[in-house]
T-cell receptor
Framework: GNSVTQMEGPVTLSEEAFLTINCTYTATGYPSLFWYVQYPGEGLQLLLKATKADDKGSNKGFEATYRKETTSFHLEKGSVQVSDSAVYFCALISNTGGFKTIFGAGTRLFVKA | DGGITQSPKYLFRKEGQNVTLSCEQNLNHDAMYWYRQDPGQGLRLIYYSQIVNDFQKGDIAEGYSVSREKKESFPLTVTSAQKNPTAFYLC?????????????FGDGTRLSIL
């Protein structure tokens, strides 16, 4: 079946450090890939998405590239801020999965000033 | 602004009591979803609805019930049969039930046991 695996957290970084959160997936068909962010006490917000291989999604300084050969969609940011502290979820939707969204377990990020 | 409104933000349940969580959207979305989130864990799908007057069980439907009488509303009832209801409940919607449509989320309801 379809699944998403994220690196375990928490990830703790100092302000202005480089961020990578790893995400790999297993899916049949041609999945679309997403990153969502959840700030404390809130729901999830879509951060970025990519719908086909080699697409790069980007938003608010975050980027992720859809790598079909490695089945990965790693989230990166060149310089994190304290305000980026949140939980990040990788997710996929596959045409062979009834178009249900499959979420990873989430990775908590703490950014220290 | 369009969005999803969940209420109440905090809810307390007594033993043996049913409680209902409200979810309303004004995005004109066809599909709506209910998820449960436990501390430090990901999202688990409770129920989803692709169209008015129709809904399907998700991965953890036992002890929960839903209705979809209007396109904009998808209330979730946590029944007394749900023995461990303490969690953060998230409602979401997407434009269409098929295709790679991202989901839009409300701000959640935190349910606790008295």
């Amino acid at each position: 079946g379809n699944s998403v695996t994220q690196m375990e957290g928490p990830v703790t970084l100092s302000e202005e450090a480089f961020l990578t959160i790893n995400c790999t997936y297993t899916a049949t068909g041609y999945p679309s890939l997403f990153w969502y962010v959840q700030y404390p006490g809130e729901g999830l917000q879509l951060l970025l998405k990519a719908t086909k291989a080699d697409d790069k999604g980007s938003n608010k300084g975050f980027e992720a590239t859809y790598r079909k050969e490695t089945t990965s969609f790693h989230l990166e940011k060149g310089s994190v801020q304290v305000s980026d502290s949140a939980v990040y979820f990788c997710a996929l939707i596959s045409n062979t999965g009834g178009f249900k969204t499959i979420f990873g377990a989430g990775t908590r990020l703490f950014v220290k000033a | 602004d369009g969005g999803i409104t969940q209420s109440p933000k905090y809810l307390f349940r007594k033993e043996g009591q049913n409680v209902t969580l409200s979810c309303e959207q004004n995005l004109n979305h066809d599909a709506m979803y209910w998820y449960r989130q436990d501390p430090g864990q990901g999202l688990r799908l409770i129920y989803y609805s692709q169209i008015v007057n129709d809904f399907q069980k998700g991965d953890i439907a036992e002890g929960y019930s839903v209705s979809r009488e209007k396109k904009e509303s998808f209330p979730l009832t946590v029944t007394s049969a749900q023995k461990n209801p303490t969690a953060f409940y998230l409602c979401a919607s997407s434009a269409q039930p098929t295709g790679p449509q991202p989901q839009h989320f409300g701000d959640g309801t935190r349910l606790s046991i008295l």
